[in-house]
């Protein structure tokens, strides 16, 4: 499929941001307990991980779907930079939504 | 998150075509060949697995994002139906795609 | 590979270990919070609903490798039931996780 | 869990694998056609994407079970570098096998 662009970059921010989310959740989070384990919190961390992972994996595949999922990807990587930006003491996780909301929103456009 | 509706026929629609797809493909169309193992066909199969068990993920989560990935679920379910129904002798995965895509619209109208 | 057995019965099992895990962890014990939230138990419910799913896959693939993971898979489903019982309250989970490292020590034997 | 090791080179290294051997054959062995969508070598180079995406999770979890799966990982990225190797003209793919065999291997002693 030659029409369809595969954007290095973009996948390496989707792998990243899927890996970071999941790692502070699993390690930081339920280190830290209260507010960083409250439900809507801790489910869009691991959601917004999945999401960005199923982003990458149809990016890498070239699908013409990569688009709409970009557009997901990049609604709940502001989402959950908005959580942990309002939990405090997450900068990296900040961080790498945003740069990967960023270039979602780029490919989705 | 009370006011998030769980769907389990949604959820299960989901999961089964995830399985259904990814089992066809790695079974009956790598045995087959020839148009079974084109690109953009045998390249829909897998990613419509896996945005399926995304989708199903995230309803199973209580997810606000679960209408989002629904709207993309039921666009690539109703694509590898056609796809499906083009190469032809792949009557249960269109059934699946069909019943998912559905639901899917429903969940995210 | 005609020569690798695909037992459902097996997979239907890893699958529906993989989904009432997940679930459980993502709303009730985030709700629950306390010791449901206690890092080594939570950890362990989803690291156990991924190699269930990772299990089910392969054996959906006919895969070589299916018993390789089926024995690692017997193993963290029995560990998580163990867990669930120490934390109680969690009948379901313990129920599936059984079911699923009994079959799962069976293709791996 | 302070005392499980976290090792980030086995992790990126399970992450590439991952990623480089999905991309492969979503791309370049889908368009080969021929013995690159042959179905024991296809199978395995999906299969080999998927445990060692398990890998890298159970890993960055700081999982007790990750010693289990980096041993099946280090015997999937083995056979599935041997399977590269006979159809040929995969060089990325083996190579990036072969390292992470070799660091799953240690982590699994």
Known sequence: ???VT???ECIKNCSTCSETCFKTAMNHC???????????HFKLMLN??????????L???????????CKVCAEICDA????CERVGDMDECVA???KCAESCRK???
């Open 59 to 69: 990016q890498l595949s070239g699908s013409h779907f990569s688009h709409h999922l």
């Open 6 to 8: 595969i954007d290095s």
């Open 30 to 40: 339920l280190q830290m307990g209260g507010k960083h384990v409250e439900p809507d």
């Open 80 to 83: 959950c930079a908005d959580s």
């Open 96 to 98: 790498v939504c945003r």
């Open 1 to 3: 499929m030659s029409h």
């Open 107 to 109: 490919m989705a456009a």
């Open 48 to 57: 917004c991980a999945k999401v960005c992972e199923t982003s990458a994996c």
